[in-house]
């Protein structure tokens, strides 16, 4: 006898639905709790009805419901069941086959159950322990650095307000002899306060020598005929200090993180980093998202890659109505930006001549700049397919 198991995921519970290979409900669906006690009672619905020597039989399924799943798909495989993870997108297409539009979460439990008896699903990739691990901490990063930017938007919106001028005092306003000035003066009075000769040592030692008396000059200078708000500087300059402080930590965590990334990607056999733009941390989010290569070597292989970047067209088309063509915006999002990030660095820093070449083609029709760098993109990542699949190095095509 085979049996299939349709699980519905939630937070706190989740609810079971055994069904039989003739598609009937053998008993009513189980909520059971996500803690011991929770799993007694699943290990005791499924007994009383399967026994454990049929658990190889057993075919179990549920949603890739955000991280929720995770604990019961290494308890079900640990028993020895088939277990797979539907694409929500595809559960959300046969629960809306019936009219009626019903939905409790145990009759989604038995569509699931349906689906599965069916066998007409793909199963969501589920990574291994390595390319898990890799896809928590460049998860994490990217999180982090999104964080930061953040941060520094607000940053930049209290120095608009106080100090008006100061943006264009300076490169990077985040830089280090920026930084060394605002944590010693960060408002125009403050800044007009210090000595000439005092603020000439803080920048000089900042900047290793590039900065001297004359920048201190220029920055008092602004600082004194500065338009920026006078009222509640207190309140202002301590947001400043707080934010500043945040950014200053995270940066400090993203540093240590990076660490960790680079010293996992160099245990992984890969020749990506041949490609102008792509460094161990922009690897290590294409490696991990991607995970297991050899499921997407096919004929039309670099296409599914694509796919999985969520950069391949949606269409949209009916009769003579012909819609506009986007991207699908489907797939992972961090390797997504990631290969885009690649394909800027490709072109406006390493200025390689294939990508370079692709940008300017898509820039002479008139396209928008981040249109262009999707196409520039698209292409890396059929060169990104070429390497992974033959082993060998990229070079430039000149």
């Known amino acids: 006898m085979k049996w299939y198991l349709g699980i519905d995921i939630g937070k706190l519970t989740h609810v079971v639905c055994i069904m039989n290979e003739l598609g009937e409900v053998v008993k009513l669906p189980l909520s059971f709790t996500q803690n011991s006690l929770g799993w007694q009672r699943f290990d005791s619905y499924l007994n009383s009805i399967i026994d454990h020597m049929e658990y190889p039989s057993v075919q179990a399924g549920f949603e890739a419901t955000g991280h929720y799943w995770t604990t019961l798909y290494l308890k079900l495989k640990h028993l020895g069941m088939k277990v797979s993870v539907l694409n929500p997108l595809e559960v959300k297409a046969f629960r809306n086959e019936g009219i009626r539009g019903n939905k409790t979460d145990s009759i989604d439990a038995v569509k699931i159950a349906k689906l599965l008896r069916f066998g007409d699903f793909r199963e969501t990739y589920v990574p291994d322990e390595q390319t898990t691990g890799l896809r928590q901490l460049t998860r994490l990063k990217i999180d982090l650095s999104v964080m930061q930017a953040q941060l520094k938007q607000k940053c930049l919106a209290i120095l608009d307000q106080v100090f008006p001028e100061y943006g264009a005092l300076f490169s990077d306003v985040f830089g280090t002899s920026s930084r060394a000035l605002l944590s010693e003066a960060s408002t125009p009075e403050a800044i007009t306060a210090l000595s000439t000769t005092k603020l000439t040592g803080i920048l000089r030692k900042a900047s290793r020598g590039r900065l001297r008396e004359n920048?201190?000059?220029?920055?008092?200078?602004?600082?004194?005929?500065?338009?920026?708000?006078?009222?509640?500087?207190?309140?202002?300059?301590?947001?400043?200090?707080?934010?500043?402080?945040?950014?200053?930590?995270?940066?400090?965590?993203?540093?240590?993180?990076?660490?960790?990334?680079?010293?996992?990607?160099?245990?992984?056999?890969?020749?990506?980093?041949?490609?102008?733009?792509?460094?161990?941390?922009?690897?290590?989010?294409?490696?991990?998202?991607?995970?297991?290569?050899?499921?997407?070597?096919?004929?039309?292989?670099?296409?599914?890659?694509?796919?999985?970047?969520?950069?391949?067209?949606?269409?949209?088309?009916?009769?003579?109505?012909?819609?506009?063509?986007?991207?699908?915006?489907?797939?992972?999002?961090?390797?997504?930006?990631?290969?885009?990030?690649?394909?800027?660095?490709?072109?406006?820093?390493?200025?390689?001549?294939?990508?370079?070449?692709?940008?300017?083609?898509?820039?002479?029709?008139?396209?928008?700049?981040?249109?262009?760098?999707?196409?520039?993109?698209?292409?890396?990542?059929?060169?990104?397919?070429?390497?992974?699949?033959?082993?060998?190095?990229?070079?430039?095509?000149?």
Do not use: W
């Open 215 to 398: 920048k201190a000059r220029q920055i008092k200078q602004q600082a004194c005929v500065s338009v920026g708000i006078t009222f509640s500087l207190d309140a202002f300059t301590l947001s400043l200090d707080v934010l500043l402080s945040q950014v200053d930590h995270l940066e400090e965590q993203i540093v240590e993180l990076n660490t960790e990334i680079a010293k996992r990607v160099k245990t992984i056999k890969t020749t990506i980093q041949s490609i102008p733009g792509i460094g161990p941390d922009t690897a290590g989010v294409i490696l991990s998202e991607v995970g297991d290569f050899n499921r997407l070597i096919s004929k039309d292989g670099a296409e599914k890659l694509v796919a999985l970047a969520g950069l391949d067209p949606k269409i949209k088309e009916s009769g003579k109505y012909k819609g506009k063509t986007k991207m699908s915006k489907r797939g992972s999002a961090y390797l997504r930006h990631a290969v885009r990030n690649a394909a800027f660095i490709a072109v406006a820093v390493s200025k390689d001549p294939m990508f370079t070449r692709i940008y300017q083609k898509h820039i002479d029709k008139g396209k928008h700049t981040e249109v262009a760098l999707s196409h520039v993109a698209r292409k890396m990542l059929h060169v990104i397919y070429a390497l992974l699949k033959n082993k060998t190095k990229y070079k430039p095509v000149v």
